[in-house]
């Protein structure tokens, strides 16, 4: 059940055009009648002094941080100070006293009944929670607006259809953009989605490319590493023949080194049986020439006394020989002849031995290995120290190829395409971009729906959709009202219908209030009475959109507050007005009535008069009655 809400006090300092404090009660006041006094400046009247910055913007700044002017935060601030603008309200909620008080420079806001830990958004809330009504049904319910009567039933049907959002404390217009905004972003979504899935597409076909490509990369690596391996492995082959090789030649040195002492000693050998055979060779030579020698003398001595004997005589006496002198020259001649024979004989047998020993030396020599010296320098060559090096260097050098060869095979085998793990991502990219695809047109088709769901609600919150039948739904309550402050405003002079959808020729509606006013002795229709009467019907109309307003809160209003609403008011159309305002100032406990107009002072009897008055260094508040 809604809580009675009644507000008991106000006061501002600092605050618009009033520097020092100022306070004033607000329950159970009656009438009042608000007046203004510039006393800084003759030229403006009463106009300028504060009296709807006092009565109408106070409240409102308090309750909802914001003036009707839409003044917020430090603009309200005095411009006479420099001080911190306060206003604090005092209220009462279902029996339960709240106060309000809201503070510039800096912008706070405390309301006693909640948590001083809140935001000033959440205290704001708990303020609506406790009225039951917003900023918009106060501006619209609580204040007649200075010259607003007639805005309504003047207005184009958009903006009617505005203020009734308004006065109904709804936002379709909001919701309607809030709809269409759903709507553009649905159609940038598709946009988006249907984008996003022609670049999914294409990344499709670019990884199949990537992949046929990757493909053709891995076959002809294969093959390449097929080549390489082969290649290896003839390294490998030919570094084993080398290897071998060089091994063979380590090998031949240290045969080399082995056969090398036989050779020398067979060398050696082979030279002393060759200087045994010269030796004896020339033994026989020399015996040869003392046999030939010995041979020689002895055949010399045997003809010396051969041809001594010859000549018969000697040579010297020249006497003949006789057998005597032939024995005796005969021996004289015999011992060397037998000598020489005997050297010839002794020379003959050493001839024959010395020819024996050199066909037994030349036997031996001939029996002896076949071995020359160069065969010993080419075997000491190659069993020598820079052979057996060259050949060990050969056998390691070789080692490192093979081992080179060896890695090389093991290298080429190892290769792996590196492309394999790209495979895998271009892969996992395209079921990615598959199902993206798949995700994406799911969107599309959500995109699609909810376009459909939004252009319905646009058409929906549109000036022909629901705010045409709530426009229409109201025609009756607006009628009863109209009619009950028309007895008043009129004393039932005037009937007037409303409606508020009219049936086109062409079919359809037009969500627009028609105003229908039937005055007594003038001919029908709104418009053929006076500005007067117009203004009339035009107050009972905006009033009758207050109780609207006032029956969509829920709650009863505890005030109200007519701002210079005489303007254009006949003589009896004042008097008229003054009996109606002050039955409903009384009827709601408190109502405000701000004018400038003597004609209305003169004709309505307030219970209370405030003056506003404004000096110049600010204004205060003076009351009577």
Avoid at 469 to 487: E, K, M, Q
Wanted: with cysteine; charged share 25%; proline share 2%.
């Amino acid at each position: 059940m809604s809580k009675r809400v009644r507000l008991l006090s106000a006061s501002y300092e600092h605050f618009l055009g009033f520097r020092d404090k100022v306070e004033l009660p607000l329950c159970d006041l009656g009438l009042v009648m608000v007046r203004g006094e510039n006393r800084h400046s003759a030229a403006t009247d009463s106009n300028g002094s504060g009296k709807t910055a006092l009565i109408v913007d106070g409240p409102a700044w308090v309750l909802f941080g914001e003036t009707l002017r839409g003044l917020r935060a430090d603009a309200v601030a005095c411009r006479f100070t420099k001080e911190r603008a306060v206003g604090t309200l005092l209220m009462e909620v279902g029996g339960e006293r709240v106060s309000i008080i809201r503070t510039t420079r800096p912008s706070t806001l405390t309301v006693s009944s909640q948590s001083p830990d809140l935001s000033i958004k959440e205290q704001q809330a708990a303020i609506d929670s406790m009225l039951g009504w917003g900023f918009r049904t106060y501006r619209n319910a609580v204040v007649f607006g200075q010259g607003n009567f007639d805005r309504f039933a003047q207005a184009d049907q958009a903006d009617q259809l505005r203020m009734l959002d308004e006065i109904q404390g709804m936002d379709l217009r909001a919701a309607r953009e809030r709809a269409k905004a759903w709507a553009d972003a649905a159609t940038a979504k598709l946009d988006e989605a249907a984008s996003n899935v022609r670049q999914c597409r294409a990344i499709g076909e670019e990884v199949a490319r990537q992949l046929e490509e990757m493909e053709r990369q891995r076959v002809a690596f294969t093959a390449s590493k097929a080549q390489r391996v082969a290649e290896a492995e003839r390294l490998v082959q030919h570094a084993a023949t080398n290897l071998a090789d060089a091994r063979l030649k380590v090998a031949a040195v240290e045969s080399a080194r082995a056969r090398l002492p036989a050779l020398q000693a067979a060398l050696t050998a082979m030279t002393i049986l060759e200087d045994t055979v010269n030796a004896a060779r020339q033994v026989v030579r020399g015996a040869e020439m003392e046999n030939r020698a010995a041979q020689a003398l002895a055949m010399t001595g045997e003809r010396d006394l051969a041809a001594l004997l010859g000549h018969g005589t000697c040579p010297t006496c020249r006497s003949k020989f006789d057998p005597t002198v032939t024995k005796r020259v005969q021996a004289a001649f015999a011992p060397d002849i037998a000598t020489a024979k005997r050297i010839a004989a002794k020379a003959s047998v050493e001839l024959t031995r010395a020819q024996a020993d050199v066909a037994a030396a030349e036997k031996a020599l001939r029996g002896a290995s076949s071995v020359s010296a160069t065969q010993v320098g080419q075997v000491q060559a190659a069993a020598s120290e820079r052979a057996d090096a060259d050949a060990k260097r050969a056998v390691q050098l070789a080692e490192d190829l093979a081992k080179e060869a060896d890695q090389s095979v093991a290298v080429a085998r190892a290769e792996t395409w590196t492309g394999a793990s790209a495979v895998e991502a271009a892969h996992a990219r395209g079921v990615a971009a598959q199902a993206s695809v798949v995700d994406l047109e799911a969107q599309v088709r959500r995109a699609e729906v909810t376009i459909v769901v939004a252009e319905y609600w646009l058409e929906a919150f549109g000036d022909r959709g629901i705010r045409s039948l709530i426009f229409d739904s109201v025609a009756g309550f607006l009628n009863d009202r109209l009619a009950y402050h028309l007895s008043a405003l009129a004393a039932g002079e005037v009937s007037v219908a409303v409606s508020a959808l009219p049936v086109l020729k062409g079919g359809g509606a037009l969500a627009r209030v028609s105003v229908s006013a039937d005055w007594s002795g003038v001919d029908a229709g709104k418009g053929t009475g006076s500005a007067g009467q117009d203004r009339r019907v035009d107050l009972a109309l905006f009033a009758a959109l207050q109780d609207l307003a006032e029956a969509r809160s829920g709650r009863p209003f505890p005030l109200q507050v007519w701002d210079e609403p005489g303007d254009a008011l006949d003589a009896k159309g004042q008097e008229l007005f003054a009996r109606w305002v002050e039955r409903e100032a009384r009827a709601r406990g408190t109502g405000f009535l701000i004018t400038h107009s003597q004609a209305l002072v003169d004709a309505v009897q307030p219970d209370r008069t405030w003056v506003v008055v404004m000096e110049r260094d600010g204004a205060h508040l003076e009351m009577t009655g």
